[in-house]
């Protein structure tokens, strides 16, 4: 496929269907199912819609290109029950945050739990998922604990050491039981112990160490006793002992695993209920064979609650991450609701947050489902002020953590019984640092990539009095999955200057954020730079001024109403003019979603397509800086990654993506395969592209598979014809006019040949064409 991918790369910029493509302005007169009402159809579905599927042209057409914009600005009218179906099994995206901080733990709820803090949770399923956490914790403590003695042991017993052991053992005895306040005798006095209780303990029979491990694993799990019952029994088992000890688990652990081996023999309840009466190792040991994606056969036949238990068992907080990436994926393809869908992607991407950060996980399906979807076509202030207070944005960009330096909280003053101040300030920390103080990232990003833009006209001081304003903007127990909470204790006090205007103090302090919040929404900068983004996503990286002049004044006029701001857009003679017809390069997720949606195929597991996305640049929720993602077809057009395109094309098209279905069928249509190669490219092209492809793009497809015989091309032939000549005949003495005909002949057989459909539509869907919307 070399050839092939040399082609996409240099074809990619040079390709141009301007002059074939009719005008796109709507004609009064034109009839419904006139080409140009098709062109204006293809348009509007690639620009308003992740693309479009089999018969989505033509439904379209029927009910009027206008009349299904507008059906798209009004989403709530809109049937998405199939939608929800698919969503159905993922029980986070309708968890709060606590919630799924509370079923699905990270390291330190984990922690909490197994130091005592917390108390184990009683249901049998949570119980297990924190067994296992715990368990793993405890074993890596013991490993850190054991190398640790080990590097002591080989310090201890080298010559240098045992020389300078003996020499200071006198003056080393006499200082320990001469220091003043115990503290170093006490200590000498627990290492005597513990020395005192291994010697104890070498005396015991196999059977006491028995018991003893027996008496650890009865330890109720999280309890200080399970841990300290358990180390102090590794502790207490002697040398000679040891491989007894060792071979016995060993047995043990092979019978486990192949007790393990036989669950999914069982039927679906009676194996979940298996797994929970399993002792901790054992479930730890299960938890272990679903690590890797594997272990799909224990899950088979389970409910949604119980595949979730299961694998939160291997990594509860990788349960979350995966049902987020994987309802992103499946809206995307399967949403009735597609421009909500879109605007939903462009506004995360607007307020970027980054899953990697923290207890953000937790957060995220509540901040893209609650707080930007139902806003994602509202008022920009509205989305605005849910953004400034959401958990996932005030963690993400540290916010919850900024303290005024003149606030309570900054001076160290704490409240008096009856909540008057005038308690001496705290001890400043061990790092000489009083208190977190003012934090600026908020401030920063929400003039430069939320409101303003980079030249709104704003100063470094407008930056830090932004900052002030949201002073005790913060979170209740962030790790718990706790929500927006106002601290009056952190606000900065006082009057604030923000882009020459004077903010009063109000009450406690939050009606400050709301109000400098007002001044950004209704400011003309940031009608024009939305505006300026709105039209790059939907019109051209650079789009005409006088479209985004003529969109800022809606915002202005409408109160930042995007619906009205998409409506003056979408009739816009800008929107449909021909220079935009298949112009603007796909996103990664615009390229792969489109590509799944436009052939049929049926995802059954979305994760793959997920992973693919990463492998092409662009992980879900994955940009780590505030800017989100590019829009711009600069980022996205290199030599890599049309070639990851191309290769992701050809591998859905033949089926090769893990938990997408693919039906070759359906790409022909009603033809019944195997099709002629010559009938079968210009029903793929018009089926996957509506006939837009290029002279070239045909051409080059067509030799592509003229060329290919299974897995060797036509060079490879001629070599062959070339190594049946005898060895004692000259090369010069064979005719290249026979050679010729030989190769003219295979061509024609090829030709005659079934069509390799899935490859066809591979090199179709990876084209320059389709690349772009």
Known sequence: MKSIHRWVVGAFLSVSLASAVPLLAKKKDAPASSPAEQKRAVHALNRLTFGPRPGDVQRVMAIGVDAWIDQQLHPGKINNDALEGRLAPFRTLRMSPREVAEDFPDGGLVKQVMDGKKSMPSDAAKRAVYQVQIARQEAKQEEKREKKAEAGNAAATSPAAANAGAESVEPKTVGLSSTAGSGATME??????????????????????????????????GSPAYGENLMSTARAVPSETKPAVENAEGNRRAYADLEIQKLPELPPDQRYKKILAMSVDDQVAFADSLRGGKGQDFLAGLDPKQKETLQAMNNPQGVVTDELLQAKVLRAVYSERQLEEVMTDFWFNHFNVYVGKGPDRLMLANYEQDVIRPRAMGKFEDLLVATAKSPAMLFYLDNWLSVGPASMKGLGITAGPRGRYGYPPRPPK????????????????????????????????????????????????????????YDPNMHEPGPKFFLG?????????????????????????????????????????????????????????????????????FHSPEFWADGTYR???????????????????????????????????????????????????????NSSALLNRMNFALALSSGKIKGVKMDSG????????????????????????????????????????????????IGDAKNAVAEKKPANRPAAHESDRDKDKQVQNQRKADAARPADVSVMAGLLLGSPEFQRR
């Open 501 to 569: 205007h004077r903010i009063k103090p109000k009450g406690e302090g939050e009606g400050e954020g709301l109000e400098l919040l007002h001044r950004l929404a209704t400011s003309p900068q940031t009608a024009h730079f939305i505006s300026l983004k709105l039209a790059q996503r939907f019109v051209s990286d650079d789009p005409p001024q006088e479209l985004v002049d003529r969109m800022a004044k809606t915002f202005l006029k409408k109160k930042g109403d995007i619906r009205e701001v998409l409506t003056t857009l």
């Open 430 to 485: 061990k790092n000489g640092k009083q208190n977190s103080g003012l934090n600026e990232n908020y401030g920063r990003e929400l003039l430069e990539l939320h409101t303003l833009s980079v030249n709104g006209g704003y100063s470094q001081r407008d930056v830090t009095e932004a900052a002030k304003v949201f002073t005790g903007w913060t979170i209740d127990k962030p790790n718990d999955g706790g929500g927006f909470k």
């Open 188 to 221: 000498r006095s627990a290492s005597g112990d513990a020395e005192n209780g291994m010697m104890s303990s070498a005396g015991k029979s196999n059977g006491d160490t028995t018991r003893d491990i027996a008496a650890s694993s009865n330890a109720a799990v």
């Open 666 to 713: 359906q790409l022909t249509g009603q033809l019944a395969l195997p099709v002629d190669s010559k009938l079968a490219l210009p029903i793929l092209e018009n089926n996957l592209l509506a006939g837009d492809v290029s002279k070239q793009t045909h051409d080059s497809i067509a030799a592509q598979i003229v060329n290919t015989i299974g897995d060797t091309k």
């Open 583 to 637: 112009a603007k390069v796909k996103t990664p997720l615009e390229f792969v979603a489109s590509a799944v949606r436009v052939t049929g195929a049926e995802v059954v597991d979305a994760l793959p397509l997920a992973r693919q996305l990463g492998n092409m640049g662009m992980p879900l929720y994955g940009a780590q800086p505030p800017t989100g993602y590019s829009m711009k077809a600069e980022t996205w057009v």
